[in-house]
């Protein structure tokens, strides 16, 4: 008598089937979601540290090229600067009280968008000479060939005047162009509720807001004397600062998947200039 031959499988190895494959998949889940919120936490921190990096980017430039006597207002949330723009080479002082000045070639994006307070220049003892508020006007070729030694003009330079100018000024001496700069650490106006960091050309009133968001904890530190010690008191002489510590904690602009707070990105970044009295 021939046995009888089973197909398929029983209730019970189905069952067993089933939890197993059940398993599998909530295991997958489980590992395709965290591998997800890590992705998007990574790109937030990302973003995070963009934004910090893009601060530095714009302030470093023209903080760095601050001067003697250029820093004239600090705060831990802001820093007030006199930020050269155009420098040159004094020639003769034309009538009317103004003084011309052989600039050197300069970027012309900059140059159009600066707005003069000031120039200052270098006296036969080394010290900076200030003059503001100030005007501009152009010169002309006579002004910087038209006295022994004559001043030569580079190529892609200008001649520009500056009034008025009270103080004799040696021809051959240095001068500069320089505006007000403020840079802030401000409520964001694009993200409302976040900390942005704001140009502001002092003299046109035109404020930029120009990446954010930030965390609250950012903040101006100051530099100060030969040692460059740090502290978060602002000198009480701003003449003793000879450089700021800036700290951007950086922020993406949503909570990544599976969080409920902004990915951060922590940035310190120390700038050093020269300041000392006019």
Same mark, same amino acid.
């Given at each position: 008598m021939k046995r /009888?031959?089973?197909h398929?499988?029983?209730?019970?190895?189905?069952l067993v089937s089933?939890?197993?494959?059940g398993?599998?998949?909530?295991?997958?889940?489980?590992?395709?979601?965290n +591998?997800?919120?890590?992705?998007?936490?990574? +790109?937030?921190m990302l973003?995070?540290?963009?934004?910090a990096?893009?601060?530095f980017?714009?302030m470093?430039?023209?903080?760095r090229?601050?001067?003697?006597?250029?820093?004239?207002?600090?705060?831990?949330?802001?820093?007030?600067?006199?930020?050269?723009y155009?420098?040159g080479?004094?020639?003769?002082?034309?009538s009317?009280?103004?003084?011309?000045?052989?600039?050197f070639?300069v970027?012309?994006?900059t140059?159009?968008?600066?707005?003069?307070?000031? $120039?200052?220049?270098?006296?036969?003892?080394?010290?900076w000479?200030?003059?503001?508020?100030?005007?501009l006007a /152009?010169?002309?070729a006579?002004d910087c060939s038209?006295? /022994?030694?004559?001043?030569?003009v580079?190529?892609?330079? +200008?001649i520009v005047r500056?009034?008025?100018?009270?103080?004799?000024t040696?021809?051959?001496?240095p001068?500069y162009?320089?505006q007000?700069v403020?840079?802030a650490?401000?409520?964001?106006?694009q993200?409302p509720?976040?900390?942005?960091?704001?140009?502001?050309?002092?003299?046109?009133? +035109?404020?930029?807001?120009?990446v954010?968001?930030?965390d609250?904890?950012?903040?101006?530190s100051?530099?100060?004397?030969?040692a460059?010690?740090?502290q978060?008191?602002v000198?009480?002489?701003?003449?003793?600062l000879?450089g700021?510590?800036?700290?951007?904690?950086?922020q993406?602009?949503?909570p990544p998947?599976?969080?409920t707070?902004?990915?951060? $990105?922590?940035?310190?970044?120390?700038?050093?200039?020269l300041?000392? /009295?006019?």
């Amino acid at each position: 008598m021939k046995r /009888a031959i089973r197909h398929g499988f029983a209730l019970s190895e189905l069952l067993v089937s089933l939890v197993i494959a059940g398993l599998i998949g909530i295991w997958l889940s489980r590992l395709i979601i965290n +591998q997800a919120r890590f992705v998007a936490t990574q +790109q937030g921190m990302l973003a995070a540290r963009a934004g910090a990096r893009a601060g530095f980017n714009v302030m470093v430039q023209e903080l760095r090229m601050v001067t003697r006597g250029g820093v004239i207002a600090a705060h831990a949330d802001s820093i007030t600067v006199l930020v050269p723009y155009a420098f040159g080479i004094a020639c003769i002082q034309p009538s009317g009280g103004s003084q011309a000045v052989a600039l050197f070639p300069v970027d012309s994006a900059t140059y159009a968008s600066a707005l003069l307070r000031g $120039f200052a220049w270098r006296d036969s003892t080394g010290t900076w000479r200030f003059k503001e508020p100030a005007t501009l006007a /152009a010169g002309v070729a006579t002004d910087c060939s038209g006295a /022994a030694p004559a001043v030569t003009v580079l190529t892609n330079g +200008q001649i520009v005047r500056v009034s008025p100018n009270d103080v004799s000024t040696e021809q051959g001496s240095p001068v500069y162009l320089y505006q007000r700069v403020r840079y802030a650490l401000a409520p964001s106006e694009q993200l409302p509720g976040r900390t942005a960091l704001w140009r502001t050309l002092i003299d046109a009133n +035109q404020r930029d807001e120009l990446v954010a968001p930030f965390d609250t904890n950012s903040v101006f530190s100051f530099l100060t004397g030969n040692a460059l010690g740090v502290q978060s008191a602002v000198p009480a002489v701003l003449d003793s600062l000879r450089g700021v510590r800036v700290r951007l904690v950086g922020q993406s602009e949503d909570p990544p998947e599976g969080r409920t707070t902004p990915a951060r $990105f922590d940035l310190s970044l120390d700038i050093v200039f020269l300041n000392r /009295a006019p």
